[in-house]
């Protein structure tokens, strides 16, 4: 339950009065979310989202976050848009929390993607980079491959009680990554967290993209390759090219990969993975008493690295030269 800050009727009743979005009618906790709390707003004119950014948002973020916001809106995205008071700011303070509100998104989040949301997210994706073109702030991605070792080792000693030679074969790929990994490839904003929680449906087409809060400045295909881990593997941990092919495929009718790119692919969908595993590796193992929210298991994305360490080509994941 993603509900860390109560918000007293009062508090709130007197943080919305700055704000030129009609008279409450109800609210409610939202479950769904680890980061922050969120609560659904209606009132007389809509919908809206009511965020508190926990300890885990840096407040010097914010501006980054909110302004992306604004111009992926402002460039035609669906996704969150942040309503200002009528003083005109973006940012406020409720509960001693940094807050905003940002509009409504209709559409539901899928838990099993078919090839069909995979192709449209590959397309989603390619829209979210080119919407990004011209934002003139810039976040470096501070959990791209020089904040992995830390990561590691944050969590060396304690990775073989989670899975028997965790450590052995983390410190292998994180030695591999850091000796190749390409700091040459095409880039600008990019989502970094785009997995199906955050990606909105309505029927077949994609409705909305949201939390944006892992959002920065990097690679494009890594921003692909996370989607790749995060959509196209199976339950068993089979990698269906059917799925990265349909994503692939739709991400190059919008950009076009460049050969480096292609050439590189197996090493960021690796490289993903990776991070994806380290971070739920060090929240596994530092579970705070009482915490309301169960960490998501790691060992999920060691079995992906599992299929990437074999993977030698593009094509592996449904790169196609014919296709795209
Ligand atoms: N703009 C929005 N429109 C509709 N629902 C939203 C919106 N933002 C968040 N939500 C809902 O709140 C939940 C948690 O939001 P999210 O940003 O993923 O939280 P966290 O950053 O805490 O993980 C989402 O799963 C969704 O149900
Ligand atoms: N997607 C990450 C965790 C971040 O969670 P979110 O609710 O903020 O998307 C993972 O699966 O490890």
């Known amino acids: 339950m993603a509900v860390y800050t109560e918000v007293p009727d009062e508090a709130l009743a007197a943080f919305l009065a700055a704000y030129d979005i009609g008279d409450l009618l109800s609210y409610k906790g939202i479950a769904e979310g680890v980061e922050n709390t969120n609560f659904i707003l209606h009132t007389t004119t809509g919908s809206y989202i009511l965020t508190l950014y926990e300890k885990r948002v840096k407040e010097g973020d914010l501006p980054f976050f909110l302004g992306l916001m604004e111009h992926l809106a402002a460039n035609g995205l669906a996704c969150p848009q942040p309503i200002r008071t009528r003083d005109g700011a973006a940012l406020g303070r409720l509960c001693g929390r940094p807050a905003v509100i940002v509009s409504f998104l209709e559409g539901v989040s899928v838990r099993r993607p078919g090839v069909r949301h995979c192709r449209a997210l590959g397309r989603a994706l390619a829209g979210l980079h080119a919407a990004g073109a011209g934002f003139a702030m810039q976040r470096p991605n501070a959990l791209s491959v020089a904040g992995w070792r830390p ?5 060396e000693s304690q990775a073989d009680r989670v899975a028997p030679n965790l450590a052995a074969r983390t410190r292998e790929d994180l030695a591999l990554l850091e000796a190749s990994w390409p700091q ?5 904003v990019i989502h970094a967290d785009l997995f199906t929680d955050n ?17 920065c400045t990097d690679a494009f295909a890594y921003d692909l390759a996370i989607c790749l881990n995060a959509w196209c593997f199976e339950a068993d941990y089979a990698f269906n090219r059917t799925k990265g092919q349909a994503m692939i495929a739709a991400y190059q009718a919008v950009r076009p990969l460049t050969a480096r790119e292609v050439e590189v692919l197996p090493l960021l969908a690796r490289g993903a993975a990776l991070r994806f595993m380290l971070t739920r590796l060090v929240d596994w193992l530092n579970v705070p ?24 080509r593009a094509e592996e994941y449904g790169w196609s030269p014919v296709a795209g």
């Not at 298991?297 to 060691?302: C, G, K, M």
């Open 151 to 155: 990561l590691f080792e944050a969590a």
């Open 184 to 188: 040459d490839l095409p880039g600008g």
């Open 199 to 215: 990606v909105f449906f309505l029927g077949d087409d994609v409705s909305g993209l949201i939390d944006f809060y892992f959002a």
């Open 289 to 312: 008493p009482g915490a309301l929210v169960k960490p998501k298991d790691p060992l999920e994305y060691d079995r992906r690295l599992a299929f990437h360490r074999k993977v030698a």
